[in-house]
T-cell receptor, first 110, second 110 residues
């Protein structure tokens, strides 16, 4: 099925560890996004990529890096995880105002 | 400052009731989305609106661009409608941005 695929679905990290969240879409969308969702705060934009080869910071970029490897893939990296990064992470892609989300990654940093 | 405000924040209804969730926004927009998130689940786009009204099954979404207001209605509510409903707008000024409401948590009791 066409859509946005995120991996992993769950992850537990120790403080200071690093990891990369993967996201891929097969809808030929230009724009891709990484959000975090925390209780009572709604979705907040971490980074976005308007097109292959470009990335821009969103509302809460500190502690994260991204790579738009090609048109399909947009990865989010935590270089040194902190407990404040415990959250649910969603990748999304859009084209012509249509909006598709991945199923989310539940990350816990202990 | 939150560009998108939703009300109510929480809503409990008896099965069969007619439900309305409201969304007000403060910026000019190109489109508005209604999203649904079941507990522990991913995020699904229900509607994308730029004017008028859309209907899908028991769900109806309306938008009034002049008043900067949208409503999501659920007719004959069912326990499976229990979810968080999120309003998101695509601001006209920023092509690649979305502003999100903090969501309305709906519980439908059998």
């Amino acid at each position: 099925n066409a859509g946005v695929t995120q991996t992993p679905k769950f992850q537990v990290l120790k403080t200071g560890q690093s990891m990369t969240l993967q996201c891929a879409q097969d809808m030929n969308h230009n724009s891709m996004y990484w959000y975090r969702q925390d209780p009572g705060m709604g979705l907040r934009l971490i980074y976005y990529s308007a097109s292959e080869g470009t990335t821009d910071k969103g509302e809460v970029p500190n502690g994260y890096n991204v790579s738009r490897l090609n048109k399909r893939e947009f990865s989010l990296r935590l270089e040194s995880a902190a407990p404040s990064q415990t959250s649910v992470y969603f990748c999304a892609s859009t084209q012509n105002y249509g909006y598709t989300f991945g199923s989310g990654t539940r990350l816990t940093v202990v | 400052k939150n560009e998108v405000e939703q009300s109510p924040q929480n809503l409990t209804a008896q099965e069969g009731e007619f439900i309305t969730i409201n969304c007000s926004y403060s910026v000019g927009i190109s489109a508005l989305h209604w999203l649904q998130q079941h507990p522990g689940g991913g995020i699904v786009s229900l509607f994308m609106l730029s004017s008028g009204k859309k209907k899908h099954g028991r769900l109806i979404a309306t938008i009034n661009i002049q008043e900067k207001h949208s409503s999501l209605h659920i007719t004959a509510s069912h326990p499976r409608d229990s979810a968080v409903y999120i309003c998101a707008v695509h601001p006209a000024q920023f092509v690649n941005q979305f502003y999100f409401g903090t969501g309305t948590s709906l519980t439908v009791i059998p």
